[in-house]
């Protein structure tokens, strides 16, 4: 079955520390993804986004993912976490022969002082 | 430049009341998709539409929910009827085209059933 997965309910890391929250997904082609921000009781913010060409893509507020198709995965990265970051990070993806959004159960950031 | 526009950003319905959530799309999008999000939970796809059609509406309950964009206006989504497990964030989604384009959120109507 076509999924979304992201095996990070929560994740606590100190601020300054390095982050990784991962995504990976089952389709049979490489579909477009996405990862998207959401802050308590506000909607989504997109971080950045895949499509096609160099698998590592930089996106907003100093987040980077690095697509690699053996694994499926598309892990969303930054290496100073900021206190500002506490939010709710979901990955998505866009199968390439469609148009609908599979989104995963998101990973709830905690960013300890 | 205004982004997606959902209203009401916050709704509470008695149980059997008609909820309806309103979603403009950003300027020179034709393309509107609705995701439910319950507590704890991810997004889940809901329905797309195009200027009066509806294209997917596979994550549509298959009763009392219903939406439509016409041709001049917001898309609505309704749901009639409603019960305590409909309380949730309704978030709308609009693209410039179809697939594989970037959607841009609303803030979300987040719905209370009391």
């Known amino acids: 079955a076509q999924s979304v997965t992201q095996p990070d309910i929560h994740i606590t890391v100190s601020e300054g520390a390095s982050l990784e929250l991962r995504c990976n997904y089952s389709?049979?082609?490489?579909?477009?993804l996405f990862w998207y921000v959401q802050s308590p009781g506000q909607g989504l913010q997109l971080l950045l986004k895949?499509?096609?060409?160099?698998?590592l893509v930089q996106g907003i507020k100093g987040f980077e993912a690095e697509f690699k198709r053996s694994q499926s995965s598309f892990n969303l990265r930054k290496p100073s976490v900021h206190w500002s970051d506490a939010a709710e990070y979901f990955c998505?993806?866009?199968?390439?022969?469609?148009?609908?959004?599979?989104f995963g159960t998101g990973t709830s950031l905690t960013v300890i002082p | 430049n205004a982004g997606v526009m959902q209203n009401p950003r916050h709704l509470v319905r008695r149980r059997g009341q008609e909820a309806r959530l309103r979603c403009s799309p950003m300027?020179?999008?034709?393309?509107v998709y609705w995701y439910r999000q319950l507590p704890e939970e991810g997004l889940k796809f809901m329905v797309y539409?195009?200027?009066?059609?509806?294209?997917?509406e596979s994550g549509m309950p298959k009763e009392r929910f219903s939406a439509e964009f016409p041709k001049e206006g917001p898309s609505i989504l309704r749901i009639q009827q409603v019960v305590r497990g409909d309380s949730a964030a309704y978030f709308c989604?609009?693209?410039?085209?179809?697939?594989?384009?970037?959607?841009?959120f609303g803030e979300g109507s987040w719905l209370t059933v009391v």
């Open positions: 989604a609009s693209s410039s085209t179809g697939t594989g384009n970037t959607i841009y």
């Open positions: 998505a993806v866009v199968p390439n022969t469609g148009n609908q959004f599979y």
């Open positions: 300027k020179g999008h034709s393309h």
């Open positions: 539409l195009q200027k009066e059609n509806i294209i997917d």
């Open positions: 389709y049979g082609a490489t579909p477009y």
């Open positions: 895949y499509f096609s060409g160099d698998t």
